[in-house]
T-cell receptor, first 114, second 114 residues
Framework: DVKVTQSSRYLVKRTGEKVFLECVQD?????MFWYRQDPGLGLRLIYF???????EKGDIPEGYSVSREKKERFSLILESASTNQTSMYLC?????????????FGPGTRLTVL | AQKITQTQPGMFVQEKEAVTLDCTYD???????LFWYKQPSSGEMIFLIY??????QNATEGRYSLNFQKARKSANLVISASQLGDSAMYFC???????????FGAGTILRVKS
């Protein structure tokens, strides 16, 4: 059974803190993605990676960075958390050789920045 | 750039009845596909159905079917015989022109009434 896991379901941090969100997939997928989800805006892509140590900016990369040192792990980093980064964060993975490149999602992390 | 529009912020349907969730898209790609995902209150995104632009017949997966009308650029999701467990947020998505990214709509909240 395919699996994408995220390190925390709920997280509360203070303004200015450095925040790490971890995502691990066990499907040997080459592509991994970080989205944030806000009411009325759907899912917006922050960063994605198509290979180890490779990363590409998505639509809203400002205030975020990512790291992919191993194929199965993709980390999202908030260098200095701000209240406008309070959101639901979703990680996903996919393979180019899949049925139709469907993305498999983790359970999400609800981050609150106070 | 690819764009997805879901014009129904929320929908109600009576249990056991059918419901149609609207999705219109904009793309300059000659070959593309449309995805539908379900997001229950638990937060995880669940892949429901996919159809490629060159598929001759509308896709079906159990109680889910896609009413795909290329000329109108619409890919509506039809859920037959609604169940209480269908209450969730539903997202339509289209692959981006570059890479394996997905562009999501704002989503539709469906509530099934008993």
């Amino acid at each position: 059974d395919v699996k994408v896991t995220q390190s925390s379901r709920y997280l509360v941090k203070r303004t200015g803190e450095k925040v790490f969100l971890e995502c691990v997939q066990d499907m040997d997928h080459e592509n991994m993605f970080w989205y944030r989800q806000d009411p009325g805006l759907g899912l917006r892509l922050i960063y994605f990676s198509y290979d180890v140590k490779m990363k590409e900016k998505g639509d809203i990369p400002e205030g975020y960075s990512v790291s992919r040192e191993k194929k199965e792990r993709f980390s999202l980093i908030l260098e200095s958390a701000s209240t406008n980064q309070t959101s639901m964060y979703l990680c996903a993975s996919s393979t180019t050789s899949g049925r139709f490149n469907e993305q498999f999602f983790g359970p999400g992390t609800r981050l609150t920045v106070l | 750039a690819q764009k997805i529009t879901q014009t129904q912020p929320g929908m109600f349907v009576q249990e056991k009845e059918a419901v149609t969730l609207d999705c219109t898209y904009d793309t300059s790609d000659p070959s593309y596909g449309l995805f539908w995902y379900k997001q229950p209150s638990s937060g995880e995104m669940i892949f429901l159905i996919y159809q490629g632009s060159y598929d001759q017949q509308n896709a079906t997966e159990g109680r889910y079917s896609l009413n795909f009308q290329k000329a109108r650029k619409s890919a509506n999701l039809v859920i037959s015989a609604s169940q209480l467990g269908d209450s969730a947020m539903y997202f339509c998505a289209i692959p981006s022109a570059y890479g394996n990214k997905l562009v999501f709509g704002a989503g539709t909240i469906l509530r099934v009434k008993s």
